[in-house]
């Protein structure tokens, strides 16, 4: 039987792709969206699909998302809930910390009252490596402490998996709680890759790369992404509140690396001018080694290597953006 998937933030980067996987496999699709980084024209190929509806609400807001819950309700009975909201911008929820407490803390507590008004079993949350804070050199797995975040965005991510955590206990039959690395394709609407393109837009003789370029990171295409997170929620457990990272198997590679391939795609010429120190911005862990072991046992591998996503996304973004 087909379930009805809610997706809280489908109009984004990860949710629009989610949400054609979903309707791919016969599913009945609600997109919820505020449209303040998703677009319209990420989700207008499912318009004509008749198992696909989308509402324009601010689930930030309790009558916002009443109102989202009551209209998908309509539709029929909600089997599950995909919770992609949260401001995907660290540095401005920096400067601003009222842009996460809303967008990244505040979506999840209302969802969470009207998981509990429809009674709906299931929630899969969008959480973030950002919950780890700075470890250095060491491997972060699902268990490690204690969890110190260094940016405004990983805080509202722990606030809410803990929160999460808490409805396990008194209303929600089981979370499935996914923590990304850093997850790269299309539709971009922000990123390293992205970033450096949009650069050379303005200068292609040029690149001012924040940082001295040594930051090294894992990164993930999001087709991977999203069948890794589809697996875990097939998997049987007896724990109601499931952790899992997400993440390649590899390494990692730089950021020096990343902008050496993006100024050869689009101009071999062009001057890198690298900032001072490993950190990009403030609140940027400049080094992690992530551990998926957990995501392993589970039977599961990415088709793409750190450096094969990149490439990829580099050749994606390219077209995105139109750059000749």
Known sequence: MNKHSLIIGGAGFIGSNLSAKLLLDGNQVTVVDNFSRGLYVYLSEHIKNERFNFFNFDVAHRQHCMDAFE?????????????????????????????????????????????????????????????????????????????????????????????????????????????????????????????????????????????????????????????????????????????????PVDDGVTVKWIAEKVIERINPKARIIYGEGAKGWLGDVPKFNYSTDRLKSFGWSPRLSSSESILKAIDEIVKQESVK
């Open 71 to 247: 209209n998908a309700h309509k539709i029929s009975k909600i089997d599950e809930v995909w919770h992609l909201a949260a401001n995907s911008d660290i540095p401005a929820g920096i400067s601003n910390p009222d842009i996460d407490l809303k967008d990244t803390f505040l979506t999840t507590f209302e969802i969470l009252i009207q998981i509990r008004k429809y009674d709906i079993p299931v929630l899969h949350f969008a959480s973030s490596s950002a919950i780890y804070g700075d470890f250095g050199d060491d491997e972060i797995y699902e268990t490690i402490g204690p969890l110190l975040p260094i940016s405004n965005y990983g805080a509202m991510k722990l606030a809410s998996e803990a929160q999460i955590s808490a409805a396990c206990e008194s209303h929600l039959s089981r979370a499935n709680i996914f923590r990304f690395p850093n997850v790269v394709g299309i539709p971009a609407t922000h990123g390293v890759i992205l970033d450096f393109i949009n650069k050379l837009k303005i200068n292609k003789e040029e690149l001012t790369v924040l940082g001295n370029g040594t930051q090294k990171k894992a990164y993930l295409h999001v087709s991977d992404l999203v069948s890794a997170m589809q697996l875990v929620t097939t998997k049987e457990s007896l724990q109601k509140t499931i952790l899992v990272n997400i993440g």
